[in-house]
């Protein structure tokens, strides 16, 4: 009964706060964002200034942590989205639950996907530029662009003239239990490996997979890359090492073990490019002598 009459309250209060897009303080937006690459691509654009929530995935760049979260974006509660009187919802329709989205709509909210995936270079470049035109920030769309273009050549030759290909394996989470969560080539992280001149010799139906311990000690890795995740709840290098399956591998042995960002290597943005260098710098760090 509670519920029921909370959920009216929302309604007939939803009706007029929603009935004008543009009813914010001084006619401003108030945009929630439910995507990690929509959000990163905005910062990048300089066009933040009138979102007001995020989900929970979109964690960079670090001052996106300033705005308030809403939830997992595939978990979402209309009550959080409500609480920070939204008039515009910002998502790639990888948003749920479906009976969430579906009282968003119903009370009126206007809600914005824009057409371009961003799946891959290409569409991602689209994706950058058909967001500037709606933002009204065309001229820095085209400098991410550019930069992008330059950054993916720069990381595209240097791999094509190195004489390494390192295997790697990316770790999400990894526990005592034996059980490693990691990434296989069919993610945006394998990717960028491939880009960056290195090989994921971990094959799957998914793009990221349970596997055993034995699995990562088959795979005998060059490097072993730990998203922060996984990382930072391990604690140190040292325990790392000391992981089944981990231990004796090549990567082990050279003491290749290396902390990343999980959001450097779930989508394709404007800082792919960039992120690819670093990559490879990783890599190829203390690489032995062909």
Known sequence: ????????????????????????????????????????????????????????????????KNLTTVGYHRALSAEGILSTNPTLIIHDNNVGPENVMKQLSDLKIPMKVFDTKGEDLLSTQKLITEMGQYFHKEKRADSLNQKLEQDMQRALSSAAASPNKPKVVVIHFGRAMNV????????????????????????????????????????????????????????????????????????????????VEEHDLVYIGPRTGENVLKLQELINRDAPAK
């Open 1 to 64: 009964m509670k519920k029921n009459i909370f959920l009216v309250l929302v309604i007939l209060t939803g009706c007029g706060r929603f009935a004008n897009k543009e009813q914010g303080q001084g006619g401003e937006q108030r945009i929630v964002c439910l995507s990690k690459q929509y959000n990163e691509i905005i910062f990048a654009l300089g066009a933040e200034k009138e979102l007001v929530a995020v989900d929970l995935s979109s964690t960079y760049p670090p001052e996106i």
């Open 180 to 259: 490693y969560l990691t990434l296989t080539k069919n993610t945006t992280g394998g990717k960028m490996i491939e880009w960056a001149g290195g090989e994921i010799p971990l094959t799957g139906d998914r793009g990221m997979m349970q596997l055993s311990a034995e699995v990562i000690a088959q795979a005998d890795p060059d490097v072993i890359l730990l998203t922060d995740f996984g990382y930072d709840r391990l604690g140190t290098t040292e325990q790392i090492k000391s992981l089944p399956g981990v231990a004796g591998t090549k990567a082990e042995r050279s003491g290749r073990i290396y902390r």
